[in-house]
């Protein structure tokens, strides 16, 4: 079961919604391969005391934390522990919506994964405590609101020219309108990737070329009869060979073995 909750104002403005998975049974499938989304997670096991993040190549490897961790903005998949995640609950952020809860630069969690209490120190086990002992779904969204509210570490107000760029960047389709929107914003093509980098966690040009991905992958979901060539021209890529070619870049997989393997969640894929 999958609870959703999205958190008052100014919240609302960097968080997409506040998120809670309590699963009845085990997965058939004990590792997922999750794909880039360009934006932050922070999640919170309810159940294991420890969260396992495995090596995208030997899967015998593994990184262990405690209870809690920040995902970084990531430009390529990762694998997850789905059997310890049966319950679960977190944060999905906006762009550019986790770098005021953190007392660094969101680049530098670039493909990273990071234990909670890195930034947050005791407040973070002191906070999983408290959400395991709330007895319903809402208090338990009251009380990880009320500790991200009390977890400002920088203001919450994007740079302009990044609310601006992060509401043109979604449509664009070539890397050289990232130039042309870098002339609409007024400053130096370094300061502007400078401000992005620091804020959304990305370069302007690969947070584009996630977004096209992004978009791929809602094609995929939602077309029964594939075909690709269209797939790469509706998506703005110069041909398939192009397509595939960034889709593995980013997921791991060819866009054929996605489609044929895909779980419910377009970012999700099971590995037997």
């Not at 079961?1 to 309590?22: A, D, G, R, T």
């Not at 030997?58 to 310890?84: A, M, R, W």
């Not at 107000?157 to 309108?177: D, G, T, V």
């Amino acid at each position: 079961m999958i609870n959703h909750y999205i958190p008052s104002f100014p919240l609302s403005n960097f968080v997409e919604l506040f998120w809670l998975y309590q699963g009845q049974v085990q997965p058939s499938h004990s590792l997922e391969r999750a794909l880039p989304t360009g934006t932050m997670e922070l999640v919170i096991s309810l159940q294991n005391e420890t969260l396992k993040i495995y090596d995208n190549q030997d899967h015998k490897k593994y990184q262990s934390f405690k209870g809690s961790l920040i995902s970084g903005v990531h430009s390529e998949s990762f694998i997850i522990d789905t059997s310890s995640q049966i319950s679960v609950m977190g944060i999905h952020f906006k762009p550019a919506g986790a770098f005021p809860f953190l007392n660094l630069p969101a680049g530098e969690l670039h493909n990273t994964t990071v234990s909670l209490d890195n930034f947050w120190g005791g407040k973070a086990e002191e906070m999983r405590e408290r959400l395991l002992a709330a007895p319903s779904s809402l208090e338990k969204f009251k009380l990880l609101e009320h500790y991200l509210l009390c977890n400002i570490k920088q203001p919450l107000k994007r740079h302009p020219a990044i609310e601006f760029a992060l509401k043109k960047i979604p449509s664009l389709q070539h890397s050289r309108a990232i130039s042309e929107l870098t002339d609409q914003i007024g400053l130096s093509s370094r300061r502007f990737i400078e401000l992005f980098n620091k804020q959304v966690g990305l370069s302007p040009k690969l947070f584009s070329r996630v977004c096209r991905f992004q978009h791929a992958l809602r094609i995929i979901n939602n077309t029964k009869q594939m075909d690709w060539s269209e797939v790469a021209l509706d998506c703005g890529y110069f041909d398939q060979a192009h397509f595939i070619h960034e889709f593995k870049a980013f997921s791991g997989l060819s866009p054929t073995v996605y489609k044929k393997q895909k779980g419910e969640n377009l970012n999700h894929v099971p590995i037997s």
